[in-house]
């Protein structure tokens, strides 16, 4: 009996060209088992009039399923469901749901998902992707004034060359960066760009032997603090600072000690003496953009020296352009290898592609090493090789200069649209990156400005998840403007300050000269 024509139907959300959609709606079917082995398949020209699409398509999306088996052509009699198509799994049906009797809370040894936000006001954790959403819902690209971080503007992104890329490690050539387990390497051009071009931006030598590719900064972090840290150690980070870090932290049981930042960063002389590790951005500090002076620099370098602890320095965002050139890295710096820097791409291309790095000494990387492969081996070999193509070709540093004009530009139409609303900026303006740390007047409660902001369509985050005390000042959030076009801009700060003004608080007018 042939397959109905009415089985078939293209859905308008569905990706890809239309024979690729075809084909993947046929494969579906025989995998679900609605099409049977030896069942016949509507004609090239019905579907095709079915569907309302060339009959060249459907014939090409035939074919393709032939080759993989999911299809048989019999000459004029047309085309039929294989025999050897992968059949559909045939599982028992359970007698009906099932308790779930687990005690889950004292099962769990780390409980990392409420970690980060209070789930109501301050955290927004709703529908925001897990504790690290800060308040990002998952459809933000719905919201017509997205002031989130740190997430692709396709407009800016070179979809082109990116694709031409992936396509070039597709190659033959390249077969083997695809296909072969690397055990614990990496991909030897991609290092070679960290490591001739990326890093000798930032100042740093640094040998093959010194670097380590990562699935990000987040993987980069975590190594970093699982090979330093364990319960009897000490760890100093940022107060605020990166809500990701301190539940990496909670994970090594270690004690962790926050510390303020000031306009100018961390101080030296506020560290504790007993100490283990110091995480900081000292380039760009997440969330309020100060950057940490030379000299300030050299001295904690003198004091790591001194008292024997170690460095991890998060360089995120280094290459977004500021209104000054960055100032050197801290492991440019440093002359006795205490320095462990960390870096990544995603920020700069885009953050699904996960890709990072870790420079330091080489008998860390070799731990460091050994530690990601009984996790995960090693990055993915397509994505690294098509960054390494995407980066050597020149693509990247386009990119680069294309992001860092459209980033200015977002930038001068936001301080003026904050300007004029009276809002207060509490961080850095000058430092770079793609956004903004603001104080509201006091009294207002930012988890409560998010919340209500969404029913006008605008997205901010609220400040609370970058600080680690309970009783943290709840009027800072920050707005970015890696996603929205100036366009917007100005419309958004707008309903931002509508909302403050509604909630009783007046803006700051004249708090901070811009």
Known sequence: ?????????????????????????????????????????????????????????????????????YLSARGRSGYFVSADAPQPQDFPARAGPQADTVDWPRALGQRPGSAVGDGTSG???DNAGGALGMGKPRNWRDYRYPFVYG?????LFDHANWRGCTLLALGQKDFHSLTDDQFEEDDSGLVEYIARHTLPRRGILARPDEILVTLGAQNALWLAAQLLLNQ????????PGYPGL???????????????????????????????????????????????????REALLALAAERGFLIVEDDYEFEIAGLRP???????????????????????????????????????IREARALRATILRHPPGLVQRAAAYFLSLGHYDAQLRRMGRAFQTRRQVMIEAVRAEGLEVAGEIGAGGSSLWM???????TGALALALRDDSVLIEPGLPFFSATDAPRRFYRIAYSSISSERIPEGIARIGARIRSMGAPPAFGARRL
Request: charged share 20%; net charge positive; aromatic share 4%.
């Open 1 to 69: 009996m042939p397959v109905s024509v009415d089985c078939f139907f293209l859905s308008p959300h569905q990706q890809g060209t239309l024979q690729s959609r075809i084909r993947q709606m046929v494969a579906e079917g025989i995998l679900a088992g609605r099409m049977r082995p030896g069942e016949r398949m509507p004609s090239s020209r019905k579907l095709a009039e079915h569907l309302g699409v060339s009959r060249i398509t459907v014939t090409m999306a035939y074919a393709d399923l032939v080759a993989d088996d």
């Open 151 to 155: 997430q692709a503007d396709p407009t």
């Open 326 to 364: 960055p100032l050197p890295a801290l492991k440019s710096l440093d002359r006795d290898g205490r320095v462990i820097h960390v870096g990544s791409f995603s920020k700069s291309l885009f953050p699904g592609l996960r890709l990072g790095f870790l420079v330091g000494a080489a008998p860390f």
């Open 246 to 296: 301190r539940q990496i932290l909670n994970q090594t049981r270690c004690r962790v000690l926050p510390l303020p930042v000031g306009e100018q960063g961390l101080t030296p002389d506020a560290l504790p003496d007993a100490l283990d590790v110091l995480f900081c951005t000292p380039s760009h500090h997440c969330p309020t953009g100060a950057t940490m002076p030379l000299a300030r």
């Open 439 to 445: 104080r509201a007047p006091e009294g207002v409660d």
């Open 232 to 239: 009897r150690r000490i760890a100093a980070i940022e107060e």
């Open 123 to 125: 955290g927004l954790s």
